[in-house]
């Protein structure tokens, strides 16, 4: 389990080229990547809080969990903080298994509780101000799911 | 032990950290004395359903016990992702 939080961007292709080359016996990897949305064309920047020490734990808590559901053999987590402006990566997940099935099951599981589990708050930035972006009833929902 | 705020919560409260030498025996508890410290706390807890607390990093319920804690953290419900 790889589990990273940082300020700096990530290099998706050599990010996934390099989880995918250190598997072995994997059949399928599924990676996802989030990306921070200009939704009414003003968006300056987004700024990410998180806490420090409990962001790392408690995603590494979301993918031991997921890993004792799904037959997967690795999982990574990589999540940026600070500001970021529109349509630079936030986070991205990877999963590998021997089966797609396990494989997009748990990466969707890691994006399910790290939205709503994980101690990250999002503060949209535009010219009229700026607003922390509130949880919504459906990331809540998508929990029960599982 | 430590309070720390994230989000709009430390905004609202006006710093990240506080320093609680008492020994309050809940979270509720602790809620009760920041409450009583001034508006702005007050303001900040005025409605606990849009609050989450952790104990010593990990989420816990507003009646958890604080036995032992050494660091307690308020913050909006999360948006990460």
């Keep these: 389990m790889d589990i990273r939080v940082q300020e700096a961007p990530f290099d998706l292709g050599a ?3 390099a989880f995918a080359a250190r598997q072995t016996g994997m059949g399928a990897v599924v990676t996802f990547t989030g990306i921070v949305r200009d939704l009414g064309g003003d968006l300056d920047a987004m700024e990410i809080e998180h ?4 962001t790392e734990k408690a995603l590494r808590a979301i993918a031991d969990e ?3 559901r799904w037959q997967i053999g690795d999982a990574l987590i990589l999540h940026r903080h600070g500001r970021l402006a529109p349509d630079e990566m936030i986070m991205m997940v990877a999963t590998a298994s021997r089966h797609r099935t396990d494989a997009f099951q748990a ?3 890691l994006m399910d509780f790290l939205k709503s589990r994980a101690p990250f708050w999002k503060k949209e930035v535009t010219d009229a101000g700026a607003d922390w972006v509130a949880a919504r009833d459906e990331d809540e929902d998508a929990l029960s799911r599982w | 032990m430590d309070v720390l705020y994230f989000a709009w919560v430390r905004e609202r409260i006006g710093h990240p950290k ?3 030498d008492s020994a309050p025996a809940t979270v509720m508890d602790l809620v009760e004395e920041l409450r009583a410290r001034e508006d702005r706390y007050a303001a900040a807890f005025s409605d606990l359903t849009v609050l989450r607390v952790a104990v010593d990093q990990e989420l816990r319920d507003f009646d958890a016990p604080l036995t032992g804690a050494r660091e307690v953290a308020f913050f909006p419900p999360m948006t990460g992702g």
Excluded at chain 1, 51 to 54: A, H, N
Aim: charged share 25%; aromatic share 12%.
């Design chain 1, 51 to 54: 806490y420090p020490g409990m």
């Design chain 2, 18 to 20: 506080d320093r609680v």
């Design chain 1, 15 to 17: 990010e996934a080229n």
């Design chain 1, 107 to 109: 990466a969707e599981f």
């Design chain 1, 66 to 68: 997921a890993a004792s």
